[in-house]
């Protein structure tokens, strides 16, 4: 069922169809809307969201729905997975249908007990947020964390994944802004020498909170955006749906709600076959939340391959694709200096090479 959904989205992006009788490869979820920091560049602090959670009927109610045809749901949204006490469930629960999942954590709650557990799910992926090489500048970007705790939390589940040779997916992130650019280069040697991590990615800032004057380019609209054809859909919550992982922070209205309407329907729905439409038409920019939108748009060639193999390969090849298929990614940004996304493979650091601390760990980043 799932080869033959995709052969659906696949014939309708191609085809340039509006209505496309199948459902999204993709979700974001967002099981809790809580948080325990505080980041500058994050979406939330624009968008203030209650402390709460998913409910178990919307979560069953869209695991239900999407589930025989879903292939990766990214639990994580505006809101810290590990505040969510029903997170390692939710997990299990894709899994019985078959669906692989991601999260995203800033580490404050990642200690010894939750990385056991977390360990013990059929889990994925997932993405270890740690924006700065330094105490003062990841302290500047992830307020009310401690630097030392953090680090110290990431690189204990890293080495125990290591140790229990668990299949999770570790991804150390740092989204590249003004104040920690300087720092890249060191933070990337940093994680290179930890066991356990897959991959130390770079990321480019998309909120652009950071930077509100930003200059959004009109004549980046080269091919549709692939979202509205293979996903992820973003799920608030309260089972709100929107047309993409951007749509809610650049102000846009959501397109239905899982508990009043099927999926399917919302999928399809006139707003979705509306959007379809315009950017097939290469009018995109007309829509308010994509004229302000600055993800990255693949070529359609990147598109059809990623309907022809499962999602679980797919985000696995996504690294390769973004550090070397340079000329068939789009940014939605004119960038005049920025160079483009790193994302690289840690190589095994080479025997008595690494600079070592007294328990046998890499040499942690300086306090200041």
Known sequence: MR???????????????????????????ETTAKCN???PMCPRETHPQPKEDMT??????????AGGSAEHMMLIGLGEPLLDPKIFDRIHQCDKHGVSTLISTNGTLLDEKAAERLLATPLEHITLSFDGYSKETFEFYRKGAKFERVRDNFVRFCRMKHERRARVQIVVQMVR???NRHEVEAFQQYWRAVPGVDLIRIKEDETNLMRPDAVHDPGAWKHPCHYLWRGPLYV???????PCCQSYMLDGAPVGNVMERPMAEIFDGAEMQRMRRLHVEGRAGEIGICAKCCTTIPHPVLVAGSLLLNGSTVRRLLPLIEKFGDGLLNSQLKRETEPPLVQIAPPAAPSGRASRDEDGGPTPPPAG
């Open 37 to 39: 920091i505080y980041c």
């Open 56 to 65: 178990e009927a919307v979560y069953t109610r869209l695991v239900e729905q």
């Open 236 to 242: 608030k919550h309260n089972g709100d749906v929107y």
């Open 3 to 29: 080869a033959w959904n995709r052969l659906k989205l696949l014939w309708g992006y191609l085809r340039g169809r509006t209505r496309l009788n199948a459902l999204p490869v993709e979700y974001i979820v």
């Open 177 to 179: 802004m003004d104040g």
